[in-house]
Structures are given as structure tokens and as C-alpha cells.
């Protein structure tokens, strides 16, 4: 996928920040997709409605949907967008789900079991089954290393990827984590950067939202609010924590101030600053532009709004025709900008039943579908280093056919005027060859200093002895 | 000028350019500064020709007589061009420049004869190279009009009888025209239909001399015109099927990769096989070859051989001869050559998204990696099998590698076998390393070294997920083979470890007094001088063992267990000392500065990726990344300066600008309350027995982490210190070297204190206890036991100290309290005015003024230098100025002013076992 984004940095003139929002009516479409800053529509997506943190964007290359209250996930190609490409037909009702950053799982939360398929082969590797009641949301550390989950029983549980995969089928899998300090069920997650060293927010209706640390699972912080929280959001750098309530309002949680307390609440109107108001309805989504400077929040009440988070006013709003369910914002993939893009891989068929289970599924030969050299890309030699190579060649040519001419029939005259046999020893092409090129563009450089005195660099050349390697340039005595 | 005027066909030959009229002329209208770069490049290349012979005498070599004006041509190429086809082209046109050049020499000097007898190909050679640089500096549109003569001219050295040098060049002008000409698709479309065939073959029908020059032809042909070589791949396959078991190494890979590019040849279907499945069918088939070959390479010592069932068949090769006495070795080379195929099939580009069988790969590794010398009888031939084990279990560790190359994240699944593979590769190649004298390379370090590289790909591709060291007799085995390839021989630890004393340490700063250690020296067995050896031996497998630990702890560092992270802090810091000081110098692998910055590494990651439970040796870093600033090393130290910033980015973390959260955010000030000591610096050890019972005084030993600390005011309040003497010399400057970099980042944000906990109580020295627990000898502490309690017992009280007001004061001693711990209670009032108490609450009420150090300047050289020590490490806020207590609490110096040193320049071992052990708790979270 890096790949790709590498070429569309070159296509480009900016990076593209676009929201890309679905509401449970879908009326029209199930997904929109809009330029962040214009509010120009950009595309849409059709076919079937979005449940709620249902999205999720595949590798890049495919727009997932889980469909609201219906047992499949409707899969897009980013560049084909009125055609729905593939469902992906599962055993239940999809509650929430979600992709690992590099792209090669896939998780469903569909009752109170959590799916983990391997996109490379379409195989279903794991079901988890620790939760007790439904999952409602779900999310990847950034080096997909680890997932949580969040469940109506009022847990967030953190599983490290590497023991859910190798578990062996006896044991069931347990997660790293069991954080049970809310005390209802938990809205919305967000994960932080870091991969293992990770902090989580954990929103719930409890009206808390918590701060967690995946490396050692402590609790960092919890902040009690008035209204039960629904979403929960932090901005890149960790700043603050941005909270929507169920009535309406978006609390801004400062991380980085003092006093510092574990366990603190936060009272509207003493922080009356730090309140985003303007939805009716209860807050479902919120998402932070990259530079952490506007807001993306989706409500019941059927609008997206864009804030801007410095004076906390209400920059855009758009109007949906339904609850949203999702609004995020997001980097435009290549794809999603270029019609002429197409997926690196084809999306496989996902198997409804376990690995290694007996079921009716069209066993896959273990094989994993994937694009080879990848990694190689980038790494053709340079022109310096190919015109490195081909002086070698040319050096040793001429070494070889000169010394091969003189040791055939060369007259003594020559050879007693030229004491070497050739120019320069090996070792002196190097020193002179490492003497051009540290020119730093090779010949011309060299050239520039020495244009004016070739014969002097053919007198340094015929005593190889008595030419250092710094001494080539040296200007010419007539 | 007779050559020079000679008429030169051209492709578009109606337009009859004199060239050399035209290089003439260019020469004479173009005087500028700037040139062609071919020519330029032209020159540059022949400057090593042969000179003119006497210093009068004109050059005589034609090209250089042109070459002299040649940087001053515009970019006429039409001008080389004519030269180029002039003498570059064989046979007839060649006889032409050959005997004009023959006229030449009447002019020059006395090299002629020379020439005349190399002329040939030296023209040839000539032309080759102008051919060379056409192909690369040449436009679009001229590279367009004349590619398929040039090709012609190309093939047409190809089918001469020139020496083996000149085709390597051909070959290598080809490679870029191809290169080049596959770009443009009329040309490609061209070539494909009408040249490449005649050009395979070609290269087919090189003398065996040219053996190599033909394959890199092949595989340029193979690479960038993959369709058109499809009518030729069962006459490519057999060629490069019949080298694949050649013993000269680049022959070898040369075979190997042009073996491995044979599926993509032909179009979409060739021969009813997409590319895809050719891919498949041909790595099936170099797998069932691979397990065939093995099962006869190693018939019965095999305990459980896997047999191969998947599709493939045996890759034909040639039946090997009778010469009994080879065939073992032959099979060997065999393995070899189809492993390396199969790796490199599976790590170089190919088309189409392809289906990797990663089981039926694993399959074969796990084979391979499974035989073990232990099985093998040493009857017969067994010992020449026996002698190929090493080099056969590398070629596996290769495919691993590109395995794990090739499929990076989605192997997770089988990262459980990855990990156990590689300790049982290390166990295998572990025989008889410890009977060795330092000095002497240990055996098998080859197959060593690889199994630490791959160990460091896996962790590079997938991350943390990797799951490596995390515990399991797998991640244990591991641990300790990293462990034992990385410490230094012994002989060079004993030097280490009967250095310095209580009162060696407080002798100097410089804990490596010479007369001391050349005492050592003398006990030590024998002078690593007197024996043969390597200086660096075992460099190799240290530096790959370095690099593969230190990119496992930077990926799963919080992953890895607690204790695991203990051991390593135990090994790594003494090392970094002992090497900082010289002592494991010796024959041991770090007198290379490749292992010495891999070491720097590994620390570096340690500080980077802590255990939650384990605080990171920030401190010590510190130390050991400055003084390996100033390693005469480049390397090292530019290693260390990068790491420094690192650090210093933890030790000062950024906090968030106050304008950010806009002003009607009632924002507190910015910089934290100074006196807050977070939770995770509650040192796991508890006060002396009287100091419970001071007044404001928290619960001492791990707190609960909630709100400000109470003891901030009493902390602030500290009388000014008098100035004294400068305090004693050593030992005293060492607890201010330890700062805690952990001063913004709010308590709450850190994890509570029940993760000490287990830490604490797993000492039980660390368990209160009533009187001041004894100074423990420093290397004690420092050589790898158990933290200590930091508390440092003076017998004599000073004047510079601050005395901490004990209820039951019966002893004379004075309690220093080492920086870290929770707080001081107030000192009592000394004569001067103490200054305003800071009012215990959140730091609102101090206005967050950025103070600078030279306000503080002159008040402090007032005071003495305590003060000014203290006034001038203290910039962090107003807070600190005016309590300026007994200590500065945004640096958590300590109490004795005479701590202060200029430069953080050495640390006592006692400091280092104080900082191994809690200063550490410095580590910024965030």
C-alpha cells in the first residue's frame, strides 16, 4: 500500500483530507465522501446502509460497510464508486468493524463474538468469544499489532495479535487486557499512535471516559461528565480528548494541563470554553483533521458538523438524511481520486467457517495471495552507482586488452617510454574513480577541474607512482 | 583530419553528414563553459588512456586529440554518433577507422606501433564506450531513431570472436539500451518481434569464456523484454538449469537469477499456463527437488524426513558422474542452487499478484533446519556430511529469509515456528564454543550470525506483533544465546569486576584509577598480547546478535517480560561502562566500533521501549551516550550524538503550547508543579525508620498518585543553602548526575503505583528497616544485583548539607535524600529569610515566567557556588528561584551543592548503581 501512496505523493499537488460520513437512511447512497475544507462533494458510494462504526477503508483499496441489522459486509472498490463489488456474506448481523492498518485482517464484531479473517487468503482464523454481550466497537493499534474491543457488558478488552493467531485450537484465546472500570456499556473506543505503548479512550454511557495505557493496562485517567458519552476521539498528537455527549454537546478534555488528577470530572459550566454546541441530538461520531485544528462530529440529528477546535465555532454543516452513523476524516487514497487505479489484489472470498474446521467452505490451498518484490521497489541502482559499475567494466577492459597487447608484440621503444605498462593500478582507478565521484556528480565535476590540463592528468597517469590520489587535479606546468 | 572527413552513413544517410566537419565546426563555434555531458564523460573515461610519452609530444589517441575541445561541444550527438557507428560496428565499416587511424600516428608520438597491434579492439572498445554513454545521455527522439542499429552493432561484438572483456562490456551497454528501449513502445514492439530472438540466440552461442557476460545478456533480455523471450525458455531453462550447480559463486547467482525469472517469460499464456501458475508449477517443482535431494544428501539422519506432496516434480537436472568422491559435494551445490532459486523466485519482482504456499516452504525449511549433527554416523561418508550441515542449514536460513521477505506480516501466523526455529538453529550450532581462548572465532558463527539476521527481519516486518522473547522456553533459549554471543570473552570480564571499593569510588571520579586496574591485570591468567588470535574476533556474530536484541526490545520492548529487561539492563550497562573505560577492550569483539555503536543501539532501545514494570537506565544512558561522543569513532559517535537528542527530547518532553487551547480556557500555567513527584519516580524503597514521622511528610515508598503532592509547599520552603567548601571530591558530584528528565508529564498520566510495587517487594533489602541500611561497595550494586537503596551514609556531617530535622535525632548521621524521592521535610529555619513558601496548591498561583538563567546569575555568585550550581541548572521556572531551597526540585538535584560538576562528565559506580535502580524513573511516558 505504501507503494501506492508513494506514487499518488508524486500525482498529487497536496494531500487531500476528505470526510467521508454514511447515515442509516442511505437514501441515496450509502456513503458520501467530501472534501474536507471546500465541502465539495467528491463521490459517493452506493447500495445498502452503513451501521454504525461500520466503515472502514481495506488496504487502501476497498471501502468495507458493515450493513446495518443485515448479515453482510458490503465491500467497494475505492475507484468504481456506484457498483457494489462483493458482499461478504457472515453469520450474523455485523455490529461493528474494522481493518488492521496494514491491511491484512479484517475484524467483525457480529453479536458478542469478534472475527478475525486473513484478507490475504480469505480465511476465517479466529472467532473470540470472551465478550458476553454485543461488541460495539473495535479498533487496531496504528502497527497492528494489537485490537480492542468494546462490549456492551462494560468491558474493553486488548488482544495482542500475535497470541490471538498462534493460539492452538484447544485453548481459547485470552485477551492481554480486561479493563472493567466502566460501569455500562462502552460506546466508543479510540486507540492512539504507538502500537504497544498505545493510550486508549474508552467512552461509555456510564458518563465516564477513560484513558487507558495498553503497555502496562493501567488506568491513566477517567473524567465524569454529566450526559452519557458516545463518542470519543483524541487528536494526533494527544492533546486533548474530545467527548460527544448524548445530548448534544462535545466536551474537549485538556490532557496536558495541571494539576494533573486521575480522577476528575468535568463541569460545563466552570469549563464552559471547552464545549462544542450545536447538535440537538445525541453526538455518535467525531473524528480530528490531521493537523488537529477542525473537528468532524455525525449525530442523531441527522447532521455532520465541522468544528473548528481553536474557538470551538461551527464551521460547516451538512445535512444527511438520517442518523449518522459514520463521519471520519481521512487521507484520500489514490484510489479514491483516480478512476484508472486498480487493486494491487483481488479481494478474496471470505470463508464463512474457521480454518481447519469441516464445514461446506471451498477448501483454499494455504497459499497467500500476494504481489512479490514489493519490498524492492525503490532500490534499482542509481545512475551514479550504474555508472560506477560500468567504469569497472570499462577499466578492466581496457586493462585486460592492454596488457594483452603489450605482452604480445609490443616494441621495446614504447615500453621503455612508458615504464608502466597501463595508466593506473587497480587500486589507483579506485582512488581516482573515488576522487571523482566524491565530487559529488561524478565525471562532470571532475572534468570541470581538470578540462584545462589534460595533459597534466596524463602526466600524473604515467607514473603511477608518483600521483597520489589527490594530486590528479594538479594544474599543468605549461 | 583525413578520418575526420570521412563520410559516415547515418540511419537517415540521404542527410550524408560529414561528422567530423560537424565535430570541427562544433568545436570551433562552441567555446563556452559548459560542455556535453557525454563528452565530458567520454574524457573522463579515457583519461586513464595512454599518454602522449614525451611531454612535448601531442597526444596521439584520436579521441583524445578531439577531447581537449570535446567539453566545450553542445550537445551535437549526431557528432559521437557518426564516431560510434564509425567504430563501434564490426567488420567492414571497422577496417575503415582502422586504417585511418593507421594515418594518425604520422603526427604523434611513438605509442602507434602499440595501438596498431590492440587497434581493433581497442576501437572496438572505444566505440563501446561512446556507445555507452549515447545509450544513456541521449534524448528520446535520437534514441528512438537509432536503438536498433546500435542494438545490431551490439549483437554483431556478441557474434565476434572479441576477447571476454569486451563482451563484458557489450553485455553491459546492451543492459542499458534494453533498459531503456523497453520504455518506448514502438521500440519495444520492434525489438520484441524482430530482435530479441536473434539476440538470445546470440548470446546462447557465446564461447564458454563468456559464460557470464551471456547470462547477464539473458537476464537483461529476460527482465525488461520478458515476452519475447518466451519462444526460447525451454533452451534458457536447460542453459541456466545446467549452472545452477556451477561452483563459482557469481556464475551461480547469475544462474540462479535468471532461473527464477523463467515463469514470467512468454505472453499471458504460454504454453496454456498463465504466468501465475507457471510461478506455482516452478516452485513445486524446485520444492520437490529440494526434498529429494535432501532425503539423498541425508539418508538416515533424518529421525522423522517430511515427505513432499504437493504437485510438483523434480527439476531435471544433469545426472551427476560416477566420480564417487564428488557426488556428495555435488548434491550440495545442488541444494544450494535450487534454494537460492527458490529465494530469490520468492523475493524478486514478478507481475501478477501470485499464491505463495507458505506451508509447503515452511515445510522444506523446517526440514532442513531439523537435521541435526547429532544424528549423523560418523562411519563412511558421514563426516563430509556432516562437514556440508552448516552451509546447507544456511541456504535454508536464506529462504526463510526470503520468505519472510516475501510474505512480511501475514507469516504471523506461524511466528510460533519462526521463533522456536531459531533457538533450535542456535542450540544445533553451539558445540564446543566455551573451550576457546578470546581472541579465536567461535565455530559455526556463520550460521550464527544468519540466525540473528533473520531474527532481525522478522522483528523488522512485523513489529511488535512479532512475539519474540515473550517468554516460553523458546523465547528463554533465545534470550540466552543473544546473551552469551553478545558478552565478552571471559577472560576480558574478569578484568571487570574486581575494580573499585567503597572508597574507591570515593577516591575519584574516575573509577578506573590505572594503578588499580593494571593490579587486575596482573591476576588476570595471561595477557590477551601474548596470543595468537583475532582482535575482533567474533565481531560478526556480536554485532548480529546486537542488532537483532536491540531491534527486538525497539519493536516489543513493553511486551517483553520484566525480568527479561532486567537482565538485559544487568548485561548491557556494565558492558557500555567496561567499554567506555576500556576494559573488555582486549581481544574482545567490541574493539570493533561496529559493535560498540550496535551496542549504543541496544541501549538506546532499552531506554526507548521500557517494561511498565522496569524502569528504563536513563540516567546511565545519558552518561554513556556522552562520553561516547568522544570516541575517536566516527560511527560510534555520531551514533551517540543522534541518541543524545533522543534522550533529550525524553528528558525535556514538550509541553503543549499555551496558546493552543485558546483563551477562554482557564488554563493552569504551563509548567507543571515542580515539587509533584510522579507516582512512577516513588523510589521502591521506603525512608530510614524515624522519617515516617515528619510532618508533612506523604506516605512514603510507592503513593497513591491522585492530585498534587502535599509535600510540594514544604519542598518549595528550604532556606538558601550556605556556601561551603566545595564538599568532597568524588563521590558527592554523583547523585546530581542523575536528573530526571520526568518533570512535565502530569501524575495522573502515569501509571499508578501498584507497578512498583512488585518491583519494590522483590528486594528485601528494599523493606523498611530502622536504620540507614549500609553503603553498599558501588561495582556491587552496579555489576549486575539487585537495586539498592539510594540512600547515602556520610559519617560526617558538612556544613554544605542540609539537615533533615528527625524527631529522634540520636544519630549524628545525616540522611542525604538522593533525588527521586518523594520529598524532604522542611529543613529548619537558617539565618538568612527563607522565601516565600509556594502555597502547596496547583502552580496557578505562580505566574509561569520563563526564567532564564541570568536572572539568577548574580544572586547565585553572590551566594557561593552551591547556589549558583543550582540557580544556574535551574531554568524551569520562577517556582524554583524563589524557593531556592536545599533543592532545585524541577532538576531534583540533591541536597549537597558540592554535587555540582561542569560537565556530566563521569559517573561514580555508586551514581550508577543509584541510577540503574531509580533514577530511571525519569522516563517520560508520553
Not at chain 2, 544445533?428 to 564454543?433: Q, S
Request: with cysteine; proline share 10%; glycine share 10%.
Amino acid at each position: 500500500m505504501t507503494y501506492f501512496r508513494g506514487v499518488s505523493g508524486g500525482k498529487m499537488a497536496a494531500p487531500m483530507e476528505v470526510a467521508v460520513c454514511t447515515d442509516s437512511a442511505a437514501q441515496l447512497w450509502s456513503c458520501v465522501v467530501w472534501e474536507l475544507h471546500s465541502g465539495a462533494n467528491l463521490l459517493t458510494y452506493r447500495g445498502g446502509q452503513a451501521g454504525p462504526r461500520g466503515l472502514a477503508l481495506l488496504n487502501g483499496e476497498y471501502l468495507l460497510a458493515a450493513q446495518l441489522g443485515k448479515n453482510y459486509i458490503s465491500a467497494w472498490e475505492l475507484q468504481r464508486k456506484d457498483q457494489l463489488q462483493q458482499k461478504i456474506m457472515c453469520p450474523g448481523p455485523v455490529t461493528c468493524l474494522t481493518t488492521s492498518p496494514n491491511g491484512l485482517y479484517v475484524l467483525a464484531g457480529i453479536a458478542e463474538n469478534i472475527y478475525l479473517w486473513e484478507v490475504s487468503t480469505g480465511n476465517l482464523l479466529v472467532i473470540l468469544s470472551r465478550h458476553y454481550q454485543d461488541v460495539s466497537c473495535l479498533q487496531f493499534t496504528g502497527d497492528s499489532s494489537h485490537f480492542l474491543s468494546g462490549g456492551k457488558d462494560c468491558l474493553v478488552l486488548v488482544w495482542s495479535l500475535c497470541s490471538v493467531l498462534q493460539v492452538d485450537p484447544s485453548r481459547t484465546p485470552s485477551p492481554r487486557h480486561v479493563w472493567s472500570r466502566h460501569t455500562l456499556p462502552i460506546t466508543d473506543l479510540h486507540c492512539g499512535f504507538g502500537g504497544p505503548l498505545a493510550r486508549v479512550a474508552t467512552s461509555s454511557l456510564d458518563q465516564t471516559v477513560k484513558l487507558w495505557e495498553v503497555s502496562s493496562g493501567e488506568l491513566l485517567l477517567s473524567v465524569l461528565f454529566d450526559v452519557g458519552i458516545m463518542a470519543v476521539t483524541m487528536d494526533l498528537a494527544e492533546h486533548h480528548l474530545f467527548c460527544g455527549g448524548s445530548d448534544g454537546s462535545i466536551f474537549q478534555v485538556d490532557l496536558c494541563t495541571w494539576p494533573g488528577q486521575r480522577e476528575k470530572s468535568f463541569q460545563p459550566e466552570q469549563d464552559s470554553g471547552k464545549v462544542f454546541r450545536g447538535h440537538r441530538n445525541q453526538v455518535t461520531c467525531l473524528s480530528v483533521s490531521i493537523d488537529g485544528s477542525v473537528l468532524l462530529s455525525g449525530s442523531h440529528d441527522e447532521t455532520v458538523r465541522l468544528w473548528d477546535i481553536q474557538s470551538k465555532q461551527c464551521i460547516r454543516t451538512v445535512t444527511l438524511k438520517g442518523p449518522v452513523t459514520n463521519a471520519s476524516i481521512m487521507l484520500a487514497p489514490v484510489s479514491m481520486l483516480s478512476s484508472d487505479f486498480r487493486p494491487g489484489l483481488p479481494l478474496p472470498h471470505f470463508n464463512k467457517h474457521l480454518l481447519g474446521a469441516e464445514h461446506g467452505d471451498e477448501p483454499h490451498r494455504g497459499g497467500f495471495t500476494l504481489r512479490l518484490g514489493l519490498h524492492l521497489q525503490g532500490s534499482e541502482p542509481s545512475h551514479q552507482q550504474r555508472a560506477e559499475q560500468l567504469h569497472a567494466v570499462m577499466s578492466s577492459t581496457m586493462e585486460k586488452v592492454g596488457a594483452g597487447g603489450q605482452a604480445g608484440d609490443a616494441p621495446g621503444p614504447v615500453l621503455a617510454a612508458t615504464p608502466a605498462p597501463w595508466p593506473l593500478t587497480p587500486s589507483l582507478h579506485r582512488a581516482s574513480w573515488a576522487a571523482r565521484t566524491s565530487c559529488g556528480s561524478g565525471w562532470p565535476s571532475w572534468r570541470t577541474r581538470c578540462g584545462t590540463c589534460a595533459r597534466s592528468t596524463a602526466t600524473c597517469s604515467t607514473s603511477p607512482r608518483a600521483s597520489s590520489p589527490g594530486r590528479p587535479s594538479e594544474p599543468a606546468p605549461g | 583530419v583525413h578520418f575526420v572527413q570521412r563520410r559516415v552513413p547515418f540511419s537517415d544517410s540521404t542527410r550524408g553528414v560529414f561528422v567530423g566537419t560537424r565535430v570541427m565546426s562544433a568545436v570551433r563555434q562552441v567555446q563556452g563553459p559548459r560542455g556535453s555531458v557525454a563528452f565530458q564523460g567520454v574524457e573522463g573515461l579515457l583519461r586513464e588512456a595512454p599518454p602522449a610519452p614525451a611531454p612535448g609530444c601531442p597526444t596521439w589517441d584520436p579521441l583524445r586529440s578531439l577531447l581537449p575541445c570535446c567539453p566545450h561541444l553542445t550537445p551535437s550527438p549526431h557528432s559521437i554518433l557518426g564516431v560510434t557507428e564509425l567504430r563501434g560496428s564490426g567488420g567492414g565499416v571497422c577496417s575503415g577507422p582502422a586504417s585511418a587511424l593507421a594515418r594518425w600516428p604520422a603526427s604523434s608520438g611513438a605509442r602507434l606501433p602499440l595501438r596498431v597491434v590492440t587497434g581493433y579492439f581497442l576501437v572496438r572498445f572505444e566505440g563501446l564506450c561512446l556507445l555507452s554513454l549515447l545509450v544513456g545521455e541521449s534524448p528520446t527522439e535520437m534514441f528512438q531513431q537509432h536503438c536498433v542499429s546500435w542494438l545490431r552493432s551490439i549483437q554483431q561484438v556478441l557474434q565476434s570472436q572479441d576477447p571476454p572483456p569486451t563482451m563484458e562490456l557489450a553485455v553491459a551497454v546492451l543492459r542499458d539500451l534494453l533498459r531503456y528501449a523497453a520504455q518506448l513502445p514502438t521500440l519495444f514492439r520492434d525489438i520484441s518481434m524482430n530482435h530479441l530472438p536473434g539476440l538470445l540466440t546470440s548470446l546462447l552461442g557465446l564461447r564458454p569464456e563468456c559464460e557470464l557476460s551471456a547470462l547477464e545478456g539473458m537476464k537483461a533480455c529476460m527482465t525488461y523484454f520478458p515476452r519475447a523471450c518466451g519462444s526460447l525458455k525451454g533452451k534458457l531453462a536447460s542453459f541456466f538449469l545446467s549452472r545452477v550447480d556451477a561452483l563459482s559463486p557469481q556464475l551461480q547467482q547469475l544462474a540462479c537469477e535468471c532461473y527464477s525469472r523463467l515463469p514470467s517469460l512468454g505472453a499471458g499464456f504460454s504454453q496454456g499456463l498463465k504466468h501465475t501458475e507457471s510461478w506455482e508449477q516452478e516452485l513445486h517443482c524446485l520444492l520437490a527437488s529440494l526434498h529429494s535431494l535432501l532425503g539423498t544428501l541425508y539418508e538416515g539422519a533424518e529421525t522423522a524426513p517430511v515427505q513432499y506432496e504437493g504437485p510438483g516434480v523434480e527439476v531435471l537436472l544433469t545426472p551427476s558422474e560416477d566420480g564417487d568422491a564428488h557426488v556428495l559435494l555435488r548434491l550440495r551445490q545442488r541444494f544450494c542452487g535450487l534454494a537460492r532459486c527458490l529465494a530469490l523466485m520468492l523475493s524478486s519482482e514478478f507481475g501478477a499478484p501470485v499464491s505463495v504456499p507458505v506451508q509447503e516452504i515452511l515445510d522444506v525449511i523446517c526440514r532442513t533446519l531439523s537435521i541435526s549433527a547429532k544424528n549423523i554416523s560418523l562411519l563412511g561418508d558421514g563426516p563430509l556430511r556432516l562437514l556440508l550441515l552448516p552451509s546447507i542449514h544456511l541456504d535454508a536460513l536464506d529462504l526463510l529469509s526470503a520468505l519472510i521477505l516475501a510474505c512480511g506480516g501475514r507469516l504471523l501466523r506461524f511466528g510460533a515456528l519462526i521463533s522456536r526455529l531459531l533457538p533450535q538453529v542456535l542450540n544445533a550450532w553451539n558445540l564446543g564454543r566455551d573451550t576457546l581462548s578470546p581472541g579465536q572465532e567461535r565455530p559455526y558463527s556463520t550460521v550464527r550470525t544468519k540466525v540473528y539476521a533473520v531474527l532481525e527481519l522478522w522483528v523488522q516486518v512485523c513489529g511488535a506483533s512479532a512475539g519474540v522473547l515473550q517468554g516460553g522456553a523458546s523465547g528463554e533459549a533465545l534470550l540466552s544465546h543473544l546473551l552469551s554471543d553478545i558478552s565478552p570473552p571471559a577472560d576480558a570480564l574478569k578484568l571487570r569486576s574486581p575494580r573499585g571499593s567503597p572508597d574507591g569510588g570515593l577516591q575519584a571520579g574516575k573509577p578506573s584509577a590505572p594503578k588499580k586496574l593494571k593490579l587486575d591485570m596482573g591476576e588476570a591468567v595471561a595477557p590477551p598480547s601474548h596470543r595468537k588470535g583475532d582482535s575482533n574476533a567474533n565481531s560478526d556474530v556480536c554485532a548480529a546478535a546486537l542488532r537483532g536484541l536491540s531491534r527486538t526490545v525497539l519493536m516489543c520492548g513493553p511486551l517483553i517480560k520484566e525480568e527479561t529487561h532486567r537482565r538485559l539492563h544487568d548485561l548491557v550497562l556494565p558492558l557500555v561502562m567496561g567499554v567506555q573505560q576500556g576494559e573488555v577492550l582486549g581481544s574482545s569483539p567490541y574493539t570493533s566500533s561496529h559493535c560498540r555503536r550496535e551496542l549504543y543501539r541496544l541501549l538506546l532501545a532499552l531506554l526507548l521501549a521500557p517494561s511498565p514494570r522496569c524502569p528504563p537506565p536513563l540516567a546511565c544512558a545519558l552518561q554513556a551516550f556522552s562520553l561516547g561522543q568522544r570516541e575517536d569513532s566516527l560511527e560510534v559517535s555520531s551514533f551517540c550524538s543522534e541518541a543524545l537528542v533522543t534522550c533529550a527530547a525524553l528528558t525535556h518532553p514538550r509541553v503543549p503550547p499555551l496558546q493552543s487551547m485558546g483563551p477562554a480556557c482557564p488554563t493552569p500555567a504551563p509548567v507543571p508543579p515542580p515539587e509533584a513527584p510522579s507516582p512512577f519516580r516513588a523510589p521502591p524503597f521506603h525512608t530510614p525508620g524515624p522519617m515516617p514521622s515528619v510532618g508533612p511528610m506523604p506516605s512514603v515508598g510507592p503513593m497513591p498518585s491522585a492530585g498534587p503532592m502535599p509535600s510540594a509547599g514544604s519542598m518549595a520552603s528550604a532556606g538558601p543553602m550556605p556556601p561551603t567548601r566545595p564538599g568532597p571530591p568524588a563521590t558527592a558530584n554523583h547523585l546530581g548526575l542523575s536528573v530526571p528528565g520526568l518533570v512535565s508529564v502530569p501524575p495522573r498520566l502515569l501509571p499508578g503505583p501498584e507497578n512498583h510495587r512488585a518491583g519494590s517487594n522483590e528486594d528485601p533489602v528494599l523493606a523498611p528497616s530502622g536504620t540507614p541500611p549500609p553503603p553498599i561497595p558501588p561495582d556491587e550494586t552496579f555489576g549486575g544485583r539487585a537495586p539498592r537503596p539510594a540512600f547515602v551514609h556520610y559519617d560526617k556531617e558538612e556544613a554544605s548539607d542540609v539537615e533533615i530535622s528527625l524527631e529522634s535525632d540520636s544519630d549524628d548521621s545525616v540522611v542525604i535524600v538522593p533525588e527521586g524521592l518523594p520529598s524532604l521535610p522542611p529543613p529548619p529555619p537558617s539565618g538568612t529569610t527563607p522565601p516565600p513558601v509556594a502555597p502547596a496548591g496547583p502552580p496557578t498561583a505562580s505566574p509561569p515566567v520563563a526564567a532564564k538563567e541570568e536572572p539568577e546569575e548574580l544572586p547565585a555568585a553572590l551566594a557561593g557556588p552551591g547556589v549558583r550550581a543550582r540557580g544556574a541548572r535551574c531554568a524551569r521556572g520562577a517556582r524554583c528561584a524563589r524557593a531556592g531551597g536545599a533543592r532545585c526540585a524541577h532538576t531534583r538535584r540533591r541536597v549537597r551543592p558540592s554535587l555540582q560538576r561542569p560537565q556530566r562528565g563521569c559517573v561514580t559506580t555508586e551514581d550508577k548503581s543509584l541510577a540503574s535502580s531509580h533514577g530511571i524513573c525519569s522516563f517520560s511516558r508520553h
